[in-house]
Nanobody, 123 residues
Framework: VQLQAYGGGLVQAGGSLRLSCVAS????????MGWFRQAPGKEREFVAAISRSGSNTNYADAVKGRFTISRDNAKNSLYLQMNSLKPEDTAVYYC?????????????????WGQGTLVTVSS
């Protein structure tokens, strides 16, 4: 499966952004999906994950209550709605596909990755 993330940009603290990830290739609904982020000089970290059907989700503590992951299998699309953004949310955000299990938090467990989209939150 090929993944392409987009929707990043520059936003002020307290603002919102919606990231999207479009999949092509194998059946999108056969993959659990996740969002990760990587800030300059830091390791890639888990943000959120969603099951194949979309009925189950998992969030990092740092974004719980502010971010919402969702998917539309009919549109082969994954989303990340980000509200109440903080400067520490600044990072390149990546979508990823997991063909084995769902809701995993380790980046090494994901099989396919998008190219990333930059989110910059100004104070």
């Amino acid at each position: 499966v090929q993944l392409q993330a987009y929707g990043g940009g520059l936003v002020q603290a307290g603002g919102s952004l919606r990231l999207s990830c479009v999949a092509s290739g194998r059946t999108f609904s056969s993959y659990a999906m996740g969002w990760f982020r990587q800030a300059p000089g830091k390791e890639r970290e888990f943000v959120a994950a969603i099951s194949r059907s979309g009925s189950n989700t998992n969030y990092a503590d740092a974004v719980k209550g502010r971010f919402t992951i969702s998917r539309d299998n009919a549109k082969n699309s994954l989303y990340l709605q980000m509200n109440s953004l903080k400067p520490e949310d600044t990072a390149v955000y990546y979508c990823a596909a997991d063909q084995i299990f769902g809701l995993r938090t380790m980046a090494t467990k994901y099989d396919y990755w998008g190219q990333g989209t930059l989110v910059t939150v100004s104070s």
